[in-house]
């Protein structure tokens, strides 16, 4: 158990809808990051965030945002979901900004249909 | 923004055989990480590599990490089916990358 919670584990929803994924950081931890992963895919990294500032963007869409709250939780949101849009989606905390070791959730695997 | 490649892409080997996988970079990396990543699951720390032609071992697996630190290798004595996975490098510590890498990963999977 790394310490990072992801709620839904599962989400089934059509496309053109709209869904948020929520990602609660390990104890202490100040950054979090959100990655995409597709079948038969690396991590793709979406985007990060630290003490509730964005820190770094990769490669997300316009309809994909993100925020993380004063408590330090944080949220992906995404809408006008397309089929392209199945994957597993992995939140990660670490205790800094830089690039370090990072602790991952169990994911939230979205099927859109 | 640093690339870094791994290969072999795909690896398929029986049970008892030993293999080797690859993380490249043309920049040189302050430190690495290797993760590795269950199916169904996330990423989970294996092992960093700090120092230049530095060697370090975790049970069957051996992590080297090039002397210029451009390059690290993964190998693995009597590959078991509990090692099959997605093995990702990636840089570790204060980078002046403005996003964060991982490599695309070696799927290995051992057949019983």
């Known amino acids: ?113 | 923004t640093q690339l870094l490649e791994q290969s072999p892409q795909f690896l398929s080997i029986q049970e008892g055989e030993n293999l080797t996988v690859y993380c490249n970079s043309s920049s040189v990396f302050s430190s690495l990480q290797w993760y590795r990543q269950e199916p169904g699951e996330g990423p989970v720390l294996l092992v960093t590599v700090v120092t230049g032609g530095e060697v370090k071992k975790l049970k069957r697996l051996t992590f080297q990490f090039g002397d210029a630190r451009k390059d690290s290798s993964l190998h693995i004595t009597a590959a078991q089916p509990g090692d099959t996975g997605l093995y990702l490098c990636a840089p570790w510590g204060k980078t002046s990358y403005d996003k964060v890498i991982f490599g695309p990963g070696t799927s290995l999977s051992v057949i019983p």
């Open chain 1, 1 to 113: 158990d790394s310490g990072v919670t992801q709620t839904p584990k599962h989400l089934i929803t059509a496309t053109g809808q709209r869904v948020t994924l929520r990602c609660s950081p390990r104890s202490g931890d100040l950054s979090v990051y959100w990655y995409q992963q597709s079948l038969d895919q690396g991590l793709q990294f979406l985007i990060q965030y630290y003490n509730g500032e964005e820190r770094a963007k990769g490669n997300i869409l316009e309809r994909f945002s993100a925020q993380q709250f004063p408590d330090l939780h944080s949220e992906l949101n995404l809408s006008s979901l397309e089929l392209g849009d199945s994957a597993l989606y992995f939140c990660a905390s670490s205790v800094t900004s830089y690039q370090e070791t990072q602790y991952f959730g169990p994911g939230t695997r979205l099927l859109v249909l």
